[in-house]
Structure formats: structure tokens, C-alpha cells
């Protein structure tokens, strides 16, 4: 039955369809170990509450002065692709992930330290990247977090490089581009999976489509109600996956990574979500409140539906991966609580510490963007 089972997925897989119909939820997440299992629920809380904190900060404290695109609703795609990777070893040995102008749900996924991450998102010198990335642009090599892009589009043609230089060097790493549903509508995309099939490289486009690109609904861009239909167009895998299910997307990412090891090429992941806040910041935002709801004056108007964000609240990722895992007898609920609260302490203790960190020095205002001392000629290095 489970050699029938993975077939019936791998049919699914190529042909662009769900991997999973609804019930099969987990068929390969369900036989990992518990405490992997736990693991993915603990990073979806760790991601909640790291956004949940920052954007009441943003909301209430007038000398905060981070900012960020939240990636609250989302956090099932991040916890179930980081989850299907190797997440250590740096970047000659780790498998790479490239991000997006929304990051930070993919950065505490693939391990970077909160903490720091708090303090960088404030441009605090003590910063993952020393205050000069702030939340669009952060990185962590020793993770091969390789970074976020602060554009549309980009990253994935930077990304299939890596996995070019992946593939020459006959590694096994295996690199990840996430991306929002408007890169549909840029030449990158379309660019990046066709050299990507091409060269069959070890490539996975992981587009997180939560229906708006900043304020405009995707079907705007796109004449095609599944992005991953584009897949057939370049003969590479497409699959679309229920977004809030982490136990789903680790199923479909780690299909598509097994693939990318065993050298037969990309796989596009089209995972169908949600984001609970605006595109930018706290519009809307009211402490101690998950979501933002009302008039959004970045966007000049009420772009989204109160119903349509409630709506889609009511399948929240927390809530499933929590009753999934007590259903499995994985979890109790009174242990599961015990989880969240910890993220959310970590969560408070990281910001205050990042709040007590020292500002960068304006006079090292141009540093990292020149080449300091002297860098030989390559020629003759």
C-alpha cells in the first residue's frame, strides 16, 4: 500500500496537481521520528511569535525602529521546506536558501539565531549583519542562509547560480528559492526555470502564493489559477500544496529535494497560503492582536476582505500542526502550550535584548561597500 501510495504522489507530482488529496496529510511526515515531528511545530510558533512580538512593538512603541514585511500566516511553508533540508555545514556543505523582501519566517527556519536577528531587523551593530542588512536583506552564511532580495524577482537568478556551482562541484546540496506569487509576472522566473531545466539543476522554486503581490490580487498577473501549471511548460515538476499544512509541504519538499540529490532536476512548488498583516508594516495592527484588519493608507483603501483574513485565519498553521500532532499522539495539548509559551518568552527576551544593543557608528556608514587593503589581481592570484 505505501509503494502504491507513493506513486499515486509521484503521478501527482509530475502532472502538476495536489500531491495530496485531502486525508493523506502527512503519509512520509507521520513515520518521522517524534521529536522532528515536534521540532516543525516549535519552529511555525517560533516564527509566529517572533512576528506576533515585532509587530506589536511596531504598533506601540514609538522609539522602535525596525520594520517589517510579516510573514504571520505563512509560517507552515517555511517550517516544512527547512525541514526537508540540511540546515548545517555552511555553505559548501548546507543546502541553500534563497529568500525573499519577506524573510523572516525562512531565516528562523533554517536556524538563524532570533536574537540577533531582533537586532538586526533594529540596525543594531551587534546584528546578525552588523545593522547594515536590516529585515529585507539578512544572511547567514554558517546556516546557508544566503540572503533575501528587497525586489521582486531576482533571487531565484542568483539562486540557480549556486545551484550551477552546486552541480559543477558535484555536491550534494540542494538550493531553495522562495518566492511570492507576483515573480510569475517578471522574466526571472520564467528565465531561471528554464536554464534550470536545462541544466537539470538541484533547484526548487518554493512561490508562496497568498493571493496579493503588495496589493493587487494575483489573478491580475496571472491567467492561470495554479502558478505550477507553469511547470509544464519547461517538463519539470509542479505541484501545488496546501500552505497551512506543514506536514504537506514537508511531504512535497521532500519529494522535491530527494530529487535534486539524486540529480534529476527542479521542481516548482506552488504552496496556496496566507498573510495574517498587510504587505508592510502595522497598518491595522492593534497590540496583542493577530492580523491587521481595516484601512490600509499604504495601499489608499481596505484592499483585502475582513472576511476574507478571518477566513482564512480559521485554518491557521499553529492550530493544525498542534492538533494534527496531539491526533497522532505526539503531543499533548498541555505540552504543546508549553511550547508556544516558550517561543513567545524567547521571542520578548530577544527583542528586549536587541533594544539594548549599541546603534551602528555613522562614520562606518560606507564600510562593506568598497574593498579595504589590497586585493591582488585575480590573474595573477
Given at each position: 500500500m505505501k509503494s502504491v501510495a507513493s506513486a499515486g504522489a509521484a503521478v501527482s507530482l509530475m502532472t502538476g496537481q495536489s500531491a495530496f488529496a485531502a486525508g493523506e496529510s502527512g503519509y512520509w511526515s507521520k513515520d518521522l521520528p517524534n521529536d522532528k515531528l515536534v521540532d516543525?511545530?516549535?519552529t511555525i510558533?517560533?516564527?509566529?511569535?517572533?512576528?506576533?512580538?515585532?509587530?506589536?512593538?511596531?504598533?506601540?512603541?514609538?522609539?522602535?525602529?525596525?520594520?517589517?514585511?510579516f510573514y504571520a500566516g505563512?509560517?507552515?511553508?517555511?517550517?516544512?521546506?527547512?525541514?526537508?533540508l540540511n540546515n548545517k555545514g555552511g555553505v559548501l556543505e548546507a543546502d541553500l536558501v534563497?529568500?525573499?523582501?519577506?524573510?523572516?519566517?525562512?531565516?528562523?527556519?533554517?536556524?538563524?539565531?532570533?536574537?540577533?536577528?531582533?537586532?538586526?531587523?533594529e540596525f543594531k551593530a551587534t546584528g546578525i549583519n552588523n545593522g547594515y542588512a536590516g529585515e529585507m536583506h539578512l544572511s547567514d552564511a554558517s546556516i546557508g542562509f544566503i540572503g533575501a532580495d528587497g525586489m521582486i524577482g531576482p533571487g531565484p537568478v542568483i539562486a540557480t547560480g549556486s545551484a550551477f556551482a552546486i552541480k559543477a562541484r558535484g555536491s550534494k546540496q540542494v538550493v531553495v528559492n522562495f518566492g511570492g506569487d507576483g515573480t510569475y509576472a517578471t522574466p526571472h522566473f520564467h528565465a531561471t526555470l528554464n536554464n534550470a531545466a536545462l541544466l537539470k539543476l538541484p533547484f526548487i522554486y518554493v512561490l508562496e502564493n497568498n493571493l496579493y503581490h503588495q496589493y493587487a490580487h494575483y489573478s491580475y498577473s496571472c491567467p492561470m489559477k495554479d502558478i505550477a501549471d507553469a511547470a509544464r511548460t519547461y517538463r519539470i515538476p509542479g505541484v501545488v500544496v496546501d500552505g497551512q499544512d506543514v506536514f504537506q509541504v514537508y511531504n512535497v519538499a521532500?519529494?522535491?529535494?530527494?530529487?535534486?540529490?539524486?540529480?534529476?532536476?527542479?521542481?516548482?512548488?506552488?504552496?496556496?497560503?496566507?498573510?495574517?498583516?498587510?504587505?508592510?508594516?502595522?497598518?491595522?495592527?492593534k497590540p496583542g492582536e493577530l492580523g491587521a484588519f481595516g484601512y490600509d493608507p499604504l495601499a489608499?483603501?481596505?484592499?483585502?476582505?475582513?472576511?476574507?483574513?478571518r477566513a482564512w485565519m480559521q485554518r491557521d498553521p499553529?492550530?493544525?500542526?498542534?492538533?494534527?500532532?496531539?491526533?497522532?499522539?505526539?503531543?499533548?495539548?498541555?505540552?504543546?502550550?508549553?511550547?508556544?509559551?516558550?517561543?513567545?518568552?524567547?521571542?520578548?527576551?530577544?527583542?528586549?535584548?536587541?533594544?539594548?544593543?549599541?546603534?551602528?557608528?555613522?562614520?562606518?556608514?560606507?564600510?562593506?561597500?568598497?574593498?579595504?587593503?589590497?586585493?591582488?589581481?585575480?590573474?595573477?592570484?
Open positions: 516543525m511545530f516549535t510558533v517560533r516564527i509566529r511569535w517572533h512576528e506576533r512580538t515585532m509587530a506589536d512593538k511596531m504598533a506601540s512603541d514609538p522609539n522602535y525602529r525596525g520594520y517589517n514585511h505563512q509560517e507552515a511553508v517555511a517550517a516544512g521546506v527547512c525541514a526537508a534563497y529568500s525573499t523582501h519577506r524573510p523572516t519566517g525562512h531565516a528562523i527556519a533554517k536556524g538563524m539565531d532570533m536574537k540577533k536577528m531582533a537586532a538586526e531587523e521532500k519529494i522535491a529535494v530527494d530529487r535534486a540529490r539524486a540529480g534529476e532536476g527542479p521542481t516548482l512548488i506552488e504552496a496556496k497560503t496566507y498573510r495574517y498583516y498587510n504587505h508592510w508594516g502595522a497598518p491595522g495592527v489608499i483603501s481596505s484592499f483585502r476582505p475582513e472576511r476574507e483574513v499553529v492550530v493544525i500542526a498542534r492538533d494534527v500532532l496531539i491526533n497522532w499522539g505526539v503531543l499533548t495539548r498541555a505540552r504543546a502550550d508549553q511550547i508556544e509559551a516558550a517561543a513567545k518568552q524567547e521571542a520578548i527576551e530577544a527583542f528586549a535584548w536587541a533594544a539594548q544593543q549599541p546603534n551602528c557608528k555613522p562614520e562606518d556608514g560606507l564600510r562593506n561597500v568598497f574593498v579595504e587593503g589590497v586585493v591582488p589581481a585575480r590573474q595573477f592570484g
